[in-house]
């Protein structure tokens, strides 16, 4: 299997629900946050991957997905599409401040602390973008619009779809050249679906949660 589509946004831009839109599609099996916690071996590989990202072994860590969106990936887009040339880019986007709200409600609500697993992959992959100040709003809403203004400069306009969860499926599917499914595209995981989800399941904070 190779990448056929990269998902360049950020956590809580609606990145599960393009997940499984991608896999509604037959773009999938789509990697995700979510499928770090499946591998014990997934918190190492990714830290192992951020020392180096232009040399990282993208094959080891996607191996049998077709696509991948959401953290960890989304901070290593430009090194995924070198690797894979073919692949295309979608960069999940919502308003800033609503982004925000949104972080601090769920995934930069609790402390990554420890030096080892999920807190350091999180750390180096994640917190870094944002020098670890994941409560700044001036900060983290700068970081966020660089990183979506870059995304724009890096990939080719033909090769990119800017993408909102609300716009539905019309855009998405002429993008991936699709027909639209009869089914009305997927919307999961609000703020409150997300505590019940970590209520769950505990630690994996990072679990990905959409626009809410």
């Known amino acids: 299997m190779t990448l056929k589509v990269i998902g360049a946004g950020f956590g809580r831009t609606g990145t599960l629900s393009l997940k499984l839109a991608l896999e509604m599609l ?17 918190f190492d590989w990714w830290y192992e991957a951020a020392q180096d990202p232009a040399h990282a072994d993208w094959g080891k860590i996607f191996a049998g997905y077709n696509s991948t969106v959401d953290w960890p990936n989304a901070t290593y887009y430009k090194e995924l599409a070198d690797a894979y040339p073919d692949a295309k880019v979608i960069l999940t986007e919502r308003d800033p ?16 602390e420890g030096d080892v697993g999920f807190p350091r992959m999180v750390r180096k992959v994640v917190g ?25 400069e890096t990939i ?13 499926w019309a855009p998405l599917c002429a993008f991936l050249g699709v027909p639209v499914p009869s089914e009305p595209p997927p919307k999961v995981n609000s703020r409150e679906e997300f ?18």
Not at 97 to 112: G, L, M
Not at 156 to 168: I, K, W
């Open 26 to 42: 037959g773009v999938g099996p789509c990697y995700h946050m979510m499928e770090v916690f499946k591998n014990p071996l997934a």
């Open 156 to 168: 080719a306009a033909e090769r990119l779809l800017v993408y909102h969860v609300a716009d539905g």
């Open 97 to 112: 401040d609503s982004w925000f709200e949104s972080t601090q409600a769920t995934i930069f609500k609790n402390p990554y």
């Open 128 to 152: 870094e973008l944002f020098d670890q100040h994941l409560h700044d709003r001036d900060h983290c809403i700068a970081v966020y619009k660089a990183h979506n203004q870059k995304v724009r």
């Open 195 to 212: 505590a019940s989800r970590v209520a769950a399941s505990g630690p994996p904070h990072l679990q990905e949660n959409e626009p809410a």
